[in-house]
């Protein structure tokens, strides 16, 4: 099992920046990709971003390409989810979560962190 904390979220103006921070912990050697998701309240689990942990390839989704960055240091089993450039619809909380494939579909998501609030101001 891994155990997933959050960390970074906050209110933060439209246009500024945050960096969230994922701590992995347990059986992390059957981790094969972290991933970023996102949920606003009455609307489904969105996918933000994931990386393979070892070698690094990343992916972003559309809606967050070219403001937020996923990366990794492999040494403190810690992902990071730089977000510049706000926008109010960015607001939402966001989970890290682990798997044992890259994909950017949750249901092969097997652990779960429990999420960290980001609001955006205007």
């Known amino acids: 099992q891994v155990q997933l904390v959050e960390s970074g979220g906050g209110l933060v103006q439209a246009g500024g920046s945050l960096r969230l921070s994922c701590t992995a912990s347990?059986?992390?050697?059957?981790?094969?990709?972290m991933g970023w998701f996102r949920q606003a309240p009455g609307k489904e689990r969105e996918f933000v971003a994931y990386?393979?942990?070892?070698?690094?390839?990343?992916y972003h989704s559309d809606s967050v390409k070219g403001r937020f960055t996923i990366s990794r240091d492999n040494a403190k089993n810690t992902v990071y989810l730089q977000m510049n450039s706000l926008k109010l619809e960015d607001a939402a909380v966001y989970y890290c979560?682990?798997?044992?494939?890259?994909?950017?579909?949750?249901?092969?998501?097997?652990?779960w962190g429990q999420g960290t609030q980001v609001t955006v101001s205007s």
């Open positions: 347990g059986r992390t050697f059957s981790t094969h990709a």
């Open positions: 979560a682990a798997s044992g494939v890259l994909t950017t579909d949750p249901n092969y998501y097997y652990s």
């Open positions: 990386i393979q942990w070892t070698a690094g390839i990343t």
